[in-house]
């Protein structure tokens, strides 16, 4: 199996094949004991606890039935799938543009009953304004050398934004206090996103929590995550989206969103945070 461009789906299939290895050595099976129980040639054993083979749904089911580990399958099930998916450059996502990106996620925002989101650098997308996204998604595409649809791709993002406003959803937002102060779009366009901030903060649906610069910190600022209910996470890399839906990498993001969540400031806190990004606009 070709390795993967990014290190941690690699890993991610690595460490498949050593939990189902480990598995077989904690029921003190040989390679060929195993393989006889699920009814296969040792070599396929080989194969797959060298990462040369992923397993099948099928295939694990029946390895962890042979080393009576059944209550392992669906977890290691949900890692195999994760390995397979996780990794998605963004260039092959992009290339016919930006607008269908953001279309083609609407039907898991809608679906989702609550999302959770923590942003370090820009602001949550379900917060932008059309003019900030219009300057945000311009300069991706000019970094990307991708066509530029960032008129049409900011539009269907504020129309994806219906979430916040139509009762069905519930929206968790973690910033750092530093997105306020980036740069994207001139100052009108920014001191209309600060606004939109304000404005989104007293949203039924929305909590929005800043992490002030001087916070005392409990937790490092990661990567920029969202949430989809307790299922899913969507981690944005430079390069790529990484969608995790493992259930213990799940969980750890949910403990890392908590944690990141003691730091945040809401209320007249957070207002007075934005207050101040806005004043130091020109």
Known sequence: MP???????????ESVSARLRDLRLGAELTMQELADRCGWH???????????TMPSDADIRAWCR???????????????????SMYVEWRRMQRTG????????????ERTALVRGYCSRVMPGLLQTEGYARALLSRIAHFRRLPDDSVEAAAARVDRSHIIRDGHHRVVLLVEEDALFQRIGDDLVMAAQ?????????????????I?????????GPETFTVFDDKRVHVELLTAKVT??????????????????RMAVHGPRARALIGRAIDSLG
Do not use: N
Request: net charge positive.
């Open 3 to 13: 390795s993967s461009p990014f290190p941690g789906a690699q890993a991610a299939r």
């Open 42 to 52: 040792k070599a396929k054993t080989s194969r797959i606890e060298a990462t040369k």
């Open 66 to 84: 042979a080393c009576g580990a059944e209550d392992h399958a669906l977890d290691l099930i949900a890692s195999s799938r994760s390995a397979d």
């Open 98 to 109: 930006l607008r269908r990106l953001q279309q083609a996620s609407v039907p898991l925002y």
């Open 194 to 210: 600060l606004d939109h901030l304000l404005a989104a903060m007293s949203y039924p649906a929305v909590s929005l929590g800043i």
């Open 212 to 220: 002030p610069r001087a916070a005392s910190r409990v937790m490092w």
């Open 244 to 261: 995790i839906t493992t259930p213990t990498e799940v969980g750890l993001y949910l403990r890392a969103f908590g944690e990141l969540g």
